[in-house]
């Protein structure tokens, strides 16, 4: 369906068809016009105090978390740059040049020969087998007990 406004009815000259296009612009213009103030008592019934007020609470609040946020984002910046400060200063101490991690070689963990348990010994060694009960810890006997008697006699 056309309604033939967008388009410009053709004419002989070129005059009259940039006057039909101009003509068909400003109607488009008014009717815009005419929606815009229709909307505008609208908004302005939504403009009470409590309104106002409640907008700039809400305001006030974004403000604060917002600040909060960003104190926080900072504070754990700070943090970062102290302990980087800190290795940096660590390992000209010890002379030892930086290198970043994307550069360092990576470390390769060879586990032939180990239990798989990080830091236990296999099961099949001795002290593995030991119990943490200090009676069954202690030795059998006294050692003093079980050392030979001396004799009243001394030798000569």
């Known amino acids: 369906m ?6 410009p009815k053709m004419a002989r000259k070129d005059e009259e068809e940039v006057l039909v296009e101009d003509a068909s ?11 815009e103030e229709e909307k505008e008592p609208e908004t302005e019934a ?3 105090p409590e309104y106002i007020l409640a907008q700039k609470n809400r305001e ?3 403000n604060n978390i917002e600040r909060g946020l960003i104190e926080e984002h900072n504070r754990e910046l ?3 740059i102290k302990h980087g400060k800190t290795r940096l200063a660590t390992l000209k101490v010890k002379a030892m040049p930086y290198i ?3 550069e360092k070689p990576k470390r390769v963990k060879h586990t032939a020969g180990r239990h798989r348990v990080h830091g236990r010994k296999s ?25 030979r008697p001396r004799t009243e006699s001394e030798p000569k």
Do not use: C, F, V
Not at 2 to 7: E, H, I, P, S, V
Not at 28 to 34: G, V
Not at 123 to 147: F, G, M, W, Y
């Open 60 to 62: 006030a609040m974004l």
């Open 100 to 102: 970043p991690t994307s």
């Open 25 to 35: 612009d400003a109607e488009t213009e008014k009717l815009e016009i005419s929606d």
């Open 123 to 147: 099961p099949l060694h001795p002290s593995s087998n030991r119990s943490e009960n200090p009676i069954e810890t202690s030795p059998a006997q006294n050692l003093r007990r079980s050392k």
């Open 2 to 7: 056309d309604l033939g406004g967008n388009k």
């Open 78 to 80: 700070d943090e970062a």
């Open 46 to 48: 939504k403009w009470t």
